[in-house]
């Protein structure tokens, strides 16, 4: 069920075996894998996530290279509402321990906001990052080409970086070391990092040595059409012609709500076990928010894992289930033939 402010006293007294925090890949996958495993599970998604603005997947297995993440989502979230699981749009503020279960407080509506307090056995974070992106007076301009030749990701996209002009685009010094693994894709890079962080000497040298060139003048904005990135023009109203970019200037984790639980951390990143399980036994972390490779099919594939193990867990402690009836089983089937008209008494 696709929930909304005016559906959500249906589902305020329910106590669902997992609620997934995030509707990516990842928490999609989890959420159809639980469906399927006849458990119920709320997915609640804050909308426009790292894979939704993603224009192409060129690099998932039985996809057509031009798919975008936005039609994986969408696909997604429809074979979820087929298994009758339930999603809302809303933006999670607080996970709270409560012992038995966990209490999840979520914003609904950007305006005349609720603030509903759902409950779960189970909860997975699956709310992943988003980029940070290079900030112009005119952000609309960096949006015109982030995703499609402004690329995020070495790894999704270096193939499609192989050989151009690539502008790379930093923020801190140590994010420059990214130009020393681009060059296995282009060796003709030039490093931009409109003055917001000191290059020291050894940088300065590295980068000459290579003959990589460094500007460090502010960008204005970017030049190109339909979506197509050809250059920067910079604040000295100087350009520089390129082919295409990659953003090295980190990333924004959606961890904040999980900050009031006893957990274990790497930096930004929680700590898993194989299975995707946090420190905590009844939540678990899968995609971008764990440890590990910043991929959608590792998210997919850290939804199944993530679950697999909480099924697991709840069958084991269940009771099995047996055929009982007070017919034996021939009589049970005589007494179903003569209802269906098979037998007459």
């Known amino acids: 069920m696709k929930l909304s402010k005016k559906t959500l006293d249906q589902r305020l007294e329910h106590v669902y075996d997992v609620i997934i925090v995030g509707g990516g890949a990842g928490g999609l996958a989890a959420a159809i894998y639980l469906q399927r495993y006849r458990l119920s599970c709320l997915v609640i998604e804050k909308g426009r996530g790292r894979s939704f603005w993603m224009q192409d997947l060129r690099n998932y297995l039985g996809l ?29 503020e607080a ?18 906001s609720l603030y509903p307090v759902f409950r779960s056995k189970y909860v ?23 995703g499609f030749n402004l690329h995020v990701c070495m790894i999704c996209d270096g193939y499609e970086i192989a050989d151009k002009q690539c502008g790379l685009f930093v923020g801190t ?19 931009f990092t409109q003055g917001l962080c000191e290059v020291g000497d050894a940088m300065r ?30 604040t000295d109203g100087s350009t520089i012609d390129l082919e295409t970019g990659l953003v090295a200037m980190g990333s924004h984790y959606f961890n904040e709500y999980l900050k009031g639980l006893d ?18 036994p009844r939540l678990f972390a899968v995609g971008d928010l764990k440890e590990g490779l910043n991929q959608v099919s590792i998210a997919v594939a850290d939804g199944t894992l993530a679950a697999t193990a909480i099924w697991r867990e709840i069958r084991r402690a269940s009771a099995p289930r047996r055929w009982e009836s007070h017919l034996s089983q021939p009589d049970a089937i005589e007494t179903d033939a003569i209802k269906n008209g098979v037998l007459k008494t």
């Not at 996970?95 to 005349?112: I, P, S």
């Open 64 to 92: 057509p290279p031009e798919t975008p993440g936005r039609t994986l989502l969408q696909q997604g979230q429809q074979h979820l509402l087929s298994l009758n699981g339930d999603y809302l749009a809303g933006f999670v």
């Open 95 to 112: 996970v709270h321990d409560e012992g038995e279960t966990f209490a999840v407080k979520v914003k609904v509506g950007k305006q005349d």
């Open 124 to 146: 997975v974070a699956a709310s992943g990052i988003i980029d940070r992106l290079p900030q112009l007076e005119d952000m609309q301009n960096v949006y015109d080409y982030a």
């Open 173 to 191: 010094e140590g994010a420059i070391n990214t130009a020393f693994v681009l060059n296995w894709f282009t060796p003709y890079i030039t490093v």
């Open 205 to 234: 040298q590295k980068l000459k040595e290579h003959g990589y060139p460094l500007v460090e003048t502010p960008i204005a904005k970017f030049l190109g059409h339909d979506h197509e990135m050809t250059g920067v023009e910079l």
């Open 263 to 280: 957990l274990q951390w790497n930096g930004e990143n929680l700590v898993t076990d194989s299975m995707c399980r946090t420190s905590h």
